[in-house]
């Protein structure tokens, strides 16, 4: 064939093709594909070139399928007549769902660590209170050396161990 002739039978197929196919994209192998059905799965919404426009009757304007909604806000703000949201698909209201149960879930670890810390801090609260006590008392006590050895308290140790309890206090008991 000249090219003449292929050429012919190129305008002659885009000129038909538009007017009964519904579907537009580019597959794999980067051919332009027209077609009365959707495209497979595997194709990515970026290489849809033309959607469907259904129209519900005579006078109503033209809208774009379930299909198109999720790929153009234009088609659905024409297709309300105003400026309404756009239509959600299924696959958005899944994504959304997902999102909103994974937020659901970190703010639930989140609370749960909150209330860990607040439960630890409680417990050490109340156990520096109970040395700082035992230390006011200005009872005998001891405790063991690095050695292994017990050594007791003189005051220069009793006033630093106070010192050191009133910070956990401070810290932990707000």
């Not at 050429?7 to 980067?30: H, R």
């Not at 109970?130 to 063991?144: E, I, V």
């Not at 690095?146 to 007791?152: A, I, L, P, Y």
């Not at 161990?161 to 910070?167: D, N, S, W, Y």
Request: glycine share 6%.
């Amino acid at each position: 064939m000249k090219f003449s002739q292929y050429f012919l039978i190129g305008i002659a197929s885009l000129m038909s093709a538009p007017s009964f196919a519904q579907w537009q994209w580019i597959d794999q192998d980067g051919h332009r594909v027209f077609s009365d059905r959707a495209p497979p799965p595997d194709i990515a919404d970026k290489n849809i070139l033309n959607r469907p426009v259904v129209r519900a009757a005579k006078n109503d304007p033209p809208t774009a399928s379930a299909a198109g909604l999720a790929g153009s806000a234009a088609a659905a703000s024409q297709a309300s007549g105003a400026a309404s949201a756009p239509k959600i698909s299924g696959a958005d209201r899944e994504l959304m769902e997902k999102k909103k149960l994974a937020e659901q879930e970190q703010n639930a670890k989140r609370q749960a660590e909150q209330e860990r810390v607040l439960k630890t801090k409680i417990e050490n609260c109340s156990r520096a209170k109970q040395a700082k006590a035992t230390l006011d008392s200005g009872m005998r006590m001891g405790r063991m050396n690095e050695k292994g050895e017990r050594e007791v308290l003189d005051d220069g140790a009793r006033a630093t161990e106070i010192k050191r309890i009133q910070t956990l206090i401070e810290a932990d008991c707000k």
